[in-house]
T-cell receptor, first 107, second 124 residues
Framework: EIVMTQSPATLSVSPGERATLSCGAS??????LAWYQQQPGQAPRLLIY???TRATGIPARFSGSGSGTEFTLTISSLQSEDFAVYYC?????????FGQGTKVEIK | QVQLQESGPGLVKPSETLSLTCSVS?????????WAWIRQPPGKGLEWIAS???????YNHPSLEGRVAIFLDTAKKQISLRLSSVTAADTGLYFC?????????????????WGQGILITVSS
């Protein structure tokens, strides 16, 4: 099983600032990585797949990068609706694994 | 636009079997997707449980092997999950999701649509 590790656990950011979230894999997953956003009490929403491709309807302020074992999700200018928990997920094989999540909170 | 809606008992006694159903609307089952169940223990992260393709081939999480079964009924447009011998550790929010399939490997990739989830509590 591939272990996904996200950092930091909590990120305190002011509105309008840039947020950088990290996700590491215990072995290479190529670019088979997705990012999801989850608001309290809601289902996750797909943001990024293929490590860097934005899903339909996702604003351009969200960007993903990386390959192999190191990945980054960047939110260029945080809006009020972006304060949430973010999860990475690898799909390099059929045994999916998720990171433990990064909570982006208002500073 | 595809919509998914989970349904189930809400409360299950320890050692019993949990049965959940996901009803799908706005989708044609000849389009070549996987369907998955994913759960979230209270205050914790996401855990993949099982996935099934529209042909019926499926994958289960190894840690749940022997307890979990996933079914697809394309005529009823439903995906079902059964989890036997439940314990308090199975308490959580259970989501069903549509999953994009990899055209080369045939593996499930990422979830592009999710249901709102159903809270399941295991307690006597």
């Amino acid at each position: 099983e591939i272990v996904m590790t996200q950092s930091p656990a909590t990120l305190s950011v002011s509105p309008g600032e840039r947020a950088t979230l990290s996700c590491g894999a215990s072995q290479s997953v190529s670019t088979n990585l997705a990012w999801y956003q989850q608001q309290p009490g809601q289902a996750p929403r797909l943001l990024i797949y293929g490590a860097s491709t934005r899903a339909t309807g996702i604003p351009a302020r969200f960007s993903g990068s990386g390959s192999g074992t190191e990945f980054t999700l960047t939110i260029s200018s945080l809006q009020s609706e972006d304060f949430a928990v973010y999860y990475c997920q690898q799909y390099n094989n059929w045994l999916w694994t998720f990171g433990q999540g990064t909570k982006v909170e208002i500073k | 636009q595809v919509q998914l809606q989970e349904s189930g008992p809400g409360l299950v006694k320890p050692s019993e079997t949990l049965s959940l159903t996901c009803s799908v609307s706005g989708y044609s089952f000849s389009s070549g997707h996987y369907w998955a169940w994913i759960r979230q223990p209270p205050g914790k992260g996401l855990e993949w449980i099982a996935s099934i393709y529209e042909t019926g081939s499926n994958y289960n999480h190894p840690s749940l092997e022997g307890r979990v079964a996933i079914f697809l009924d394309t005529a009823k447009k439903q995906i079902s999950l059964r989890l036997s011998s439940v314990t308090a550790a199975d308490t959580g929010l259970y989501f069903c999701a549509r999953v994009v399939a990899d055209s080369w490997s045939g593996y499930p990739k990422y979830s592009d649509s999710w249901g709102q989830g159903i809270l399941i509590t295991v307690s006597s």
